[in-house]
């Protein structure tokens, strides 16, 4: 998966509680992006970073925080997790702003 | 609002056979890209056709654009079992933010 790892795959969570989703790459490219995937609403963007510390909100952003202090390394919270935050969680890096992106294997979140 | 529409939803033909998915957008782009999705994996990157490019192969994938219909359309010759995956368009924008934007797929099935 064109050195990107994300972590945990899987987690349970109660509503109210907050959850960090981690996105780790080595492959040094500059962009990085956090979508979610859910039924009939295909993969929507959520937050994306074009460099160390510079980050710019897609089209689902509200409910969601996300940090970039290394290159390597974007981190995804929703700080408190709410049911219709259950879904499968994507980060892709790229090189350009619409360059090919390369994904992540994602991973499956689910509020309860 | 979605960019990118995939048509039809879901494609079910037999081994051996060729599949065509369609992806119409609403404006004007710089490139069109489409993606594989295999059931509980990240997107793979397919190909990238550029606007001034009508035609472009890659192995058995064949993608044509028509920027006056505002239309592309993705073929797979002589499928195969493991080409059973969702296939996603990606667009860009020329105006406004540089991202993609991915339309919900076509989920194709190849029967043995």
């Known amino acids: 998966d064109a050195g990107i790892t994300q972590s945990p795959r899987h987690k349970v969570t109660e509503t109210g509680t907050p959850v960090t989703l981690r996105c780790h790459q080595t492959?040094?490219?500059?962009?990085m992006y956090w979508y979610r995937q859910d039924p009939g609403h295909g993969l929507r963007l959520i937050h994306y970073?074009?460099?160390?510390?510079?980050?710019d909100k897609g089209e689902v952003s509200d409910g969601y925080s996300v940090s970039r202090s290394k290159t390597e390394d974007f981190l995804l919270t929703l700080e408190s997790a709410t049911s219709s935050q259950t879904s499968v969680y994507f980060c892709?890096?790229?090189?350009?702003?619409?360059?090919?992106?390369?994904f992540g294997p994602g991973t499956r979140l689910t509020v309860l | 609002s979605q960019q990118g529409e995939e048509d039809p939803q879901a494609l079910s033909i037999q081994e051996g056979e060729n599949a065509t998915m369609n992806c119409s957008y609403k404006?004007?782009?710089?490139?069109l890209q489409w993606y594989r999705q295999n059931s509980g994996r990240g997107l793979v990157h397919l190909i990238l056709?550029?606007?001034?490019?009508r035609e472009k192969h890659s192995g058995r994938l064949r993608v044509t654009l028509d920027t006056s219909k505002k239309s592309s359309s993705l073929l797979i010759t002589a499928s195969r079992a493991a080409d059973t995956a969702s296939y996603f368009c990606?667009?860009?924008?020329?105006?406004?933010?540089?991202?993609?934007?991915f339309g919900q797929g076509t989920r194709l099935t190849i029967n043995p």
């Open positions: 990606a667009t860009d924008a020329t105006r406004g933010a540089q991202k993609l934007v």
């Open positions: 970073s074009y460099g160390v510390k510079d980050t």
């Open positions: 892709a890096i790229g090189t350009g702003a619409t360059d090919t992106q390369y």
């Open positions: 492959e040094n490219h500059r962009y």
């Open positions: 404006t004007s782009i710089n490139n």
């Open positions: 056709i550029r606007s001034n490019e």
